[in-house]
């Protein structure tokens, strides 16, 4: 059974870090790419950043370049998102997805969501 399991959500001031995590099981790991959305009251799940299967290709959103950073460990099935210099606009519940194919492809597994809220 495939299973995304988010985690390290919260809430912080603007300006402020979170560190993202999400552990996968139920799958060859190494063999996919990961990434992570996000869905903000009222608007549509949006992507943040994407890893491909050995790191080597990465992207992001516009809105985070510079600022967030996707990362991975394929030997802890885990991949992670820094997020530094928090907006408000960055509050939403933050997802992380995988499929086999590459960093522009959608999801085929999606983890439940961990709630990023940035605010004073």
């Known amino acids: 059974q495939v299973q995304l399991v988010e985690s390290g959500g919260g809430l912080v001031q603007p300006g402020g870090s979170l560190r993202l995590s999400c552990e996968g099981s139920?799958?060859?790991?190494?063999?996919?790419?990961m990434s992570w959305y996000r869905q903000a009251p009222g608007k549509e799940r949006e992507l943040v950043a994407a890893?491909?299967?050995?790191?080597?290709?990465?992207r992001y959103a516009d809105s985070v370049k510079g600022r967030f950073t996707i990362s991975r460990d394929n030997g802890k099935n885990m991949v992670l998102l820094q997020m530094n210099s928090l907006k408000p606009e960055d509050t939403a519940v933050y997802y992380c997805?995988?499929?086999?194919?590459?960093?522009?492809?959608?999801?085929?597994?999606w983890g439940q969501g961990t709630q990023v809220t940035v605010s004073s």
């Open positions: 997805g995988a499929n086999p194919r590459g960093i522009w492809y959608t999801n085929d597994y």
């Open positions: 139920g799958f060859t790991f190494s063999r996919y790419a």
């Open positions: 890893v491909s299967r050995a790191s080597a290709s990465t």
